[in-house]
């Protein structure tokens, strides 16, 4: 593919994670007549796949869905939906409802009931609080990040520490670097440790998390920028300032920034 576009590159050989990794997962929830059913989409589908075995999910992000089927089931009506983004953390899950019920007093008396003692450190439904036990914490780098609610974290931890690794290495001569798309501190906190990091980021959330980490002794100073990246992204002027960039944009890419940067010198 990349010789079709014209483009020389290394390709190096791919970083394989080991089975039952994967931290995070966005569970479909659909209440049948049969029962209440938790997993995925079948292939071009919106039927919900009701899950019992899984190779890739941790085996306590699996075994949760076990016990989130057992204790949920009272709370939905036939034909009633929803979705649960779900990340295990170092304290604990951190869940996220996406459900069109209206969070009452009520309801979040019953979901605080029917959810403690499975491990949920946090509970978010549309955006507000439902209940929160500890901290969501995860240590990128080796520093402890408070996560915000519904974070983005890579999708396994070894995964995460291959990318660190290769891109420390890739910057091991840069004094200075800026890391666009920073989201929590992925590559901006393992990177302060051996220079001075500019971590620009859109949500402020996120941006606060990575700061209130950088705090962490043994890192050089990490200072950060709020800033959509898709309208306004960083000029060859400003990118002069440093020796190298991390770019990890979302999966739509960051074609402004990438025009940017191949005129820039950096």
Excluded: Y
Aim: proline content about 6%.
């Amino acid at each position: 593919a990349l010789a079709k576009a014209r483009v020389k590159a290394e390709v190096l050989a791919p970083f394989i994670v080991p089975p039952r990794t994967r931290r995070r997962a966005v569970f479909k929830i659909k209440n049948l007549p049969q029962g209440l059913h938790i997993g995925f989409h079948a292939a071009m589908s919106h039927t919900v796949i009701d899950m019992h075995q899984c190779e890739v999910l941790t085996p306590g992000l699996f075994a949760l869905v076990g016990d989130l089927r057992a204790r949920l089931e009272v709370e939905f009506g036939v034909g009633e939906a929803a979705e649960l983004h779900v990340t295990e953390t170092d304290t604990g899950f951190d869940c996220a409802f996406r459900w069109k019920r209206k969070l009452t007093p009520n309801l979040v008396a019953e979901l605080s009931r029917a959810l403690s003692g499975i491990g949920i450190a946090r509970l978010v439904m549309n955006g507000e609080t439902v209940f929160e036990t500890a901290i969501p914490t995860v240590a990128l780098g080796g520093v402890p990040v408070a996560l915000p609610p519904d974070a983005f974290l890579q999708s396994t931890a070894e995964g995460e520490a291959g990318l660190q690794t290769r891109v420390a290495a890739i910057t091991a001569r840069a004094k200075t670097v800026v890391d666009l798309f920073a989201g929590c501190g992925t590559f901006s906190l393992p990177l302060a440790r051996a220079a001075r990091v500019h971590a620009v980021e859109q949500s402020v959330p996120a941006l606060a998390a990575l700061a209130a980490a950088a705090r962490a002794p043994k890192l050089k100073p990490v200072t950060t920028e709020a800033r959509d990246l898709f309208r306004l992204p960083l000029t060859a002027l400003e990118l002069s300032r440093f020796d190298a960039v991390a770019l990890d944009p979302p999966r739509a890419g960051a074609h402004s920034q990438a025009k940017l940067l191949a005129a820039s010198k950096v």
